[in-house]
């Protein structure tokens, strides 16, 4: 067990490396630079700014090294645990970074549990009403869950809820909370807002989940083990719930490893719809502007994110299935 | 695209020589819901196709003065009569406290739909030139032609709009699945068939591309594109960053089939008789996995036409005057111009339609697929 996960945080490392190379070369392939968009935007504005001025804020920003010494700083920073300084916002991108973060972490979470808790029991239930009208109304509605865009959903929401019932739900805070420090009050404010983003995040994540739990379940429904517990006379329920139902949502954890991916993505588009304050809109903002060292950073910590939800589901698995623990010896 | 069903009578003794793509087609045919969806890809297909002559107006024609007109949805009755199908004119009325423009439908003009009339001037399929159109409203004064899924905020006919951005959502699709595909098989197959050191490398690579959060990378991708491009180039750039991390799914799929295949024993066979690599890959192999390959390409290209409309509607992916479902929604960004002319919306039901139908035309042929189904 210990080996297994020793050999998986070993990868790390190395997989790192390769994304920040992978963010850089990304962040460094639009023609030009910050500095290139930040005149022409002057330009636009009818200001307009002389040579040595650029010169010194490209030197003060680095942007006249070689490339392969831009990484270089660029890494050992992040290494020192600096991520550096938007250029667009002239601040720290911890400071522009933190909080959205943690938002962004949130909803990510609140979306997972909800997926569960709702996509379970669908599975269950449609998996032991096989071919009855209830299984068809899931089937029916996984299907459009799968195929309805998530912004499109969220459009649809906001407009019904506008249309309907007048109410105004962008955002994750009131105007009175959105700039305020943390407190009780805020947080309760935040609860209060995050359900809708939740529920239209994770829709086409709880059909999909909902499908393979159907799937395994009908699987381990006629094995043996479960004729033999109906045969002894477990009331039917019993029987699912504390047998084959446990084998069958074993691999719902496996899915975590792409499930918080496609949930960091997905967040990324509601955000933008709904005008979450998430990490979201400021990685489009700083890739329209190039402001190249926050996207980069940003889409490193995305990277992060997604090898950390691989490892904790790699470590569930492992946990659940003795055969995967074994695989290390 | 339809064999004639095998007669009634030797069904029985057919069963036993049918190739393994007709017998996929009989387990195919069982699913009827599949089936349908097969005929709306189909029709959505010939939409892509032509979509000039489905259009009742000329996708690009601007006209300040007619925007955001609501939908002239067909009427059927008139007067309480059941009718030939005729939309009604509209009229715009200035609010004069908000000075927005009011639509209002005029009950006393009718114009009757009409069927293969004469339109704007175009080339079918890009050849031949003609100006019949499927639908429209030949005896309109000019400028009020009417708009059946209204008009946006350049005043350009939604419908029309909506035609020829079917034929640039569904071919992203299409040609990004195509290289996905072909990227899949080579390396997959690669994998699968040599194993050892190449199928190592193949499968880590797959595995770095995998743990890449798609959206973030596709965004960075797509803003890299130079804005000066011209339409074309950036529609295939496109096609070509979505095909970039969606072939891992299928070089999965095509490796796994090669390794359980290469122990079977035609194949063991086929080699001890001294068949060359290339016959046991190509005639051999191949043939007993294609059916599904057909069917995780099926499933692929509606989570690529998904992948299109979400970058063009951050404004990262196709741009006006390109015009696709990703690019159309773009015009319903935000709350404000959704509340606006909720028909902008329109679009995203065309979306989930094609990529429902896709989906469950590929679960059917899934199905159908494996010869282990009951």
């Given at each position: 067990m210990h080996w297994f996960i020793l050999k998986r945080l070993l990868i790390i490392p190395f997989l790192l490396l390769i994304f920040s190379v992978i963010s850089f070369v990304l962040i460094q392939a639009p023609p030009g630079d910050f500095l290139t968009s930040y005149i022409a935007e002057l330009a636009q504005g009818g200001t307009t700014i002389d040579q040595a001025q650029i010169d010194a804020l490209r030197r003060q920003y680095g942007l006249d090294r070689p490339i392969y010494m831009q990484y270089l700083l660029w890494v050992g920073n992040l290494l020192q645990g600096d991520l550096g300084v938007s250029l667009e916002w002239r601040r720290a991108n911890v400071e522009l970074i933190g909080e959205r973060l943690v938002l962004t972490l949130a909803l990510t979470t609140a979306s997972l549990i909800f997926t569960w808790a709702v996509a379970i029991p669908i599975g269950i239930l449609s998996a032991t009403r096989q071919y009855s009208a209830l299984d068809y109304v899931f089937t029916v509605l996984n299907y459009i869950g799968l195929a309805t865009p998530n912004f499109l959903l969220a459009l649809v929401l906001m407009w019904i809820a506008f249309d309907r019932f007048g109410m105004t739900v962008t955002g994750l805070f009131s105007p009175e909370y959105?700039?305020?420090?943390?407190?009780w009050g805020r947080f309760v404010n935040l609860l209060q807002h995050l359900w809708l983003p939740m529920i239209v995040l994770g829709v086409a994540g709880t059909a999909q989940i909902a499908r393979v739990v159907r799937a395994n379940l009908l699987d381990e429904l006629g094995k043996p083990y479960s004729e033999m517990a109906r045969a002894k006379g477990l009331p039917e329920w019993k029987l699912v719930l504390k047998y084959p139902t446990r084998v069958a949502i074993a691999p719902v954890i496996s899915t975590l490893g792409w499930y918080v991916p496609q949930l960091l993505s997905g967040g990324l588009v509601v955000s933008v719809v709904m005008s979450l304050p998430t990490i979201g809109p400021l990685l489009l903002r700083a890739l329209i502007g190039q402001d190249m060292y926050l996207a980069g950073t940003i889409i490193l910590i995305f990277c992060v994110l997604t090898v950390i939800g691989t490892l904790i589901s790699d470590i569930l698995l492992a946990l659940l299935d003795p055969r995967i623990r074994m695989e290390g010896n | 695209m339809i064999a004639p069903p095998p007669a009634k009578g030797d069904a029985g003794s057919a069963v036993y020589v049918a190739p393994a793509w007709k017998m996929t087609w009989w387990r195919f045919r069982r699913h009827k819901l599949a089936l349908v969806c097969l005929w709306v890809v189909g029709f959505i297909t010939l939409i892509a196709l032509m979509p000039e002559f489905f259009a009742t107006q000329d996708p690009f024609a601007t006209s300040a003065r007619r925007a955001y007109i609501p939908p002239q949805t067909l009427q059927l009755t008139h007067e309480g009569r059941l009718t030939w199908p005729f939309v009604y004119g509209v009229e715009g009325q200035r609010d004069p406290r908000t000075l927005r423009m009011e639509w209002v439908a005029d009950q006393e003009t009718r114009y009757p739909l009409q069927l293969f009339v004469r339109g704007f001037p175009y080339r079918l399929f890009g050849l031949i030139p003609t100006d019949r159109h499927l639908l429209g409203f030949a005896d309109t004064p000019p400028g009020a032609t009417p708009n059946l899924l209204g008009t946006d905020r350049l005043g350009r006919d939604q419908w029309s709009r909506l035609m020829y951005g079917t034929r640039i959502s569904l071919s992203i699709g299409l040609v990004a699945v195509a290289i996905s595909t072909v990227l899949g098989i080579l390396l997959g197959g690669i994998s699968g068939y040599y194993g050892g050191l190449t199928d190592n490398l193949i499968q880590r690579l797959i595995e770095l591309l995998q743990a890449l959060p798609p959206i973030p990378i596709w965004l960075a991708l797509s803003a890299a594109?130079?804005?000066?491009?011209?339409v074309t180039w950036v529609y295939f750039a496109i096609t070509v960053i979505l095909a970039l991390l969606g072939w891992t799914r299928l070089a999965r799929e095509v490796r796994g089939r090669f390794l359980s295949l290469r122990e079977e024993d035609f194949v063991v066979a086929a080699r001890l008789v001294g068949a060359s690599q290339g016959r046991i890959i190509f005639s051999h192999m191949v043939p007993s996995f294609t059916s599904h390959i057909i069917a995780a390409v099926t499933l692929a290209i509606p989570l690529m036409i998904l992948n299109e409309t979400f970058l063009s509607f951050l404004g990262l992916g196709l741009r006006p005057p390109a015009i696709s479902w990703g690019v159309l929604l773009q015009e319903a960004q935000n709350l404000q111009s959704v509340v606006n002319a909720p028909w902008l919306l329109i679009p995203g039901l065309f979306v989930i339609v094609t990529v429902l139908t896709l989906n469950i035309l590929g679960d059917g042929l899934r199905d159908a697929a494996d010869p282990y189904s009951s």
């Open positions: 959105a700039q305020a420090p943390w407190s | 594109l130079p804005r000066t491009w011209p």
